[in-house]
């Protein structure tokens, strides 16, 4: 029995998802460059699946340099003016999992 379009463009995204999902290595980490190309594909299932995995990437960056800005000092305050959204949006997201830099 033959797929029909929407059977075809699922299969399609589940498979690109799974290869974008396997440049991934065990660290986390993913080729920026393949994904680069993935998001400017003319195929939407990889497009997709690429902005899917871009977005992750920046918001592993995101709490990556927000714990290193509060390592070094920096006031929410600060960040959220960096990031260009809200101390209290900033705050939220990151507060319980940050520690106070030390007073001067």
Same mark, same amino acid.
């Given at each position: ?9 699922? +299969? ?18 993913? +080729? ?17 699946? %690429? ?7 920046? +918001? ?8 290193? %800005? ?10 959220? +003016? ?23």
């Amino acid at each position: 029995m033959p797929q029909n379009d929407d059977a075809r463009q699922r +299969d399609s995204a589940a498979e690109e998802e799974s290869s974008i999902d396997s440049s991934a290595d065990m660290n986390g980490s993913t +080729d920026c460059g393949d994904l680069t190309d993935a998001a400017a594909s003319s195929d939407p299932a990889t497009g997709l699946a %690429a902005v899917r995995a871009l977005r992750t990437l920046a +918001d592993r960056l995101e709490e990556v340099q927000v714990a290193n %800005a509060r390592e070094r000092g920096w006031s929410w305050q600060t960040i959220a +003016d960096v990031l260009q959204i809200s101390r209290q949006a900033v705050h939220q997201k990151y507060g319980s999992t940050q520690t106070r830099p030390p007073r001067s």
